[in-house]
């Protein structure tokens, strides 16, 4: 590839697409590459400010930037996600389904930190929708070295995929209200509501609900049971602080195979509960649910209708970015909460 005056570049492919930029009105490719400049385009090239051009002359070893766009991008996804045309130099990644995307954010830095290219992305775990952008390859110099596409492409197949989207599967989501007051019915239940208004928000199926005194052995029942009758994920809300009469974190503990954790750097959210029952989640999901718009619920619930296995590892992670800022109008997940 060489540069030549476009007077020079009559009969010659361009080796790359030109942009042509009109402020508020267009920006895009007035020619694309692998046009074959005519003496007519000349004019029309000066006006975009084009007085020399790059026509292909590829050497031995080189690629060309839409043809490595292209061959990164399809690495990158293992040919599971879409991939728009290829032009200048850039392909955008598209999710094929509405689900969660999934990143390998220590491959995406081990190829970024290769050089000569641009690989990014949306936030690991966010929520996206159906052909909606979620990556981005991008090549910087008009040409890179075969090479360094090699060198990317193995590090893709050995991390295979770096981007994914995982779709949110209808699981049946049982709810088990907790507190004496409710249950002898001194107070109106505030929970349900709200809990099962967030399992639909995300795609999940709501059971009906179940009320429990303060009794561990009563809650740890319910838990059970629901299993029993096919939940395949159980809210458990309510007895989550450390007050003598609240003995949930007990119930969720002696239905559990397994403790993930008691406690999550999440605010608002910390005194939330993970465990499992065999491969069952149970969240024990504190008050913090019932009159905050977005909580630790919303980070971790799209997880489970994944059938993800939550590990403490990462969960230790969310304190960075795990403080919500309380906004007067909520535009989560348009926010830094859970990032």
Known sequence: MKSVKVEDAIGLVLAHDLTKILPGVFKGAAFK????????????LKDAGKYHV??????EGQVHEDDAALRV???????????????????????????????????LDTINAIGKIALV???NNTLVEKDQIVAAAKIIPLTIGREEIEKIEQICQDNRPVFEVKPLYPLKTAVVITGSEVYF????????????????????????????????????????????????????????AVDSDDVTPKAIEQAATQV??????????????????????IIG???????????????????????????????????????????????YPVCPFGK
């Open 121 to 123: 992305c949306l936030h």
């Open 73 to 107: 991008a399809t690495a990158a996804t293992g040919g599971k996600l879409l991939l728009a045309e290829p032009g200048e130099g850039k392909v955008n990644i598209k999710s094929p389904v509405p689900g969660l995307l999934k990143v390998d954010i220590s491959a």
């Open 285 to 331: 999901v504190p008050a913090c649910a019932m009159y905050n718009k977005t909580t630790v619920l919303d980070l971790i619930y799209p997880r489970l209708l994944t059938q993800e296995r939550v590990e403490k590892k990462e969960l230790i992670g969310l304190g960075h970015g795990g403080l919500c800022l309380h906004c007067e109008v909520c535009r």
């Open 260 to 281: 993930i954790t008691y406690g999550i750097p999440l605010l608002p959210g910390a005194m939330c509960m993970i465990a499992y029952h065999n491969d069952v989640p």
């Open 185 to 240: 019915g001194r107070i109106i239940d505030k929970f349900g509501d709200p809990l099962k208004e967030k399992i639909r928000l995300y795609g999940g199926e709501p059971l009906d609900l179940q009320f429990a005194p303060d009794d561990e052995e009563f809650i740890k029942r319910l838990i059970l049971e629901s299993i029993e009758m096919g939940a395949q994920i159980v809210i458990v809300s309510g007895g989550m």
């Open 33 to 44: 590459k692998g046009h074959i400049v005519r003496s007519e385009d000349i004019e029309a």
């Open 54 to 59: 790059f026509v292909v002359t590829l050497d």
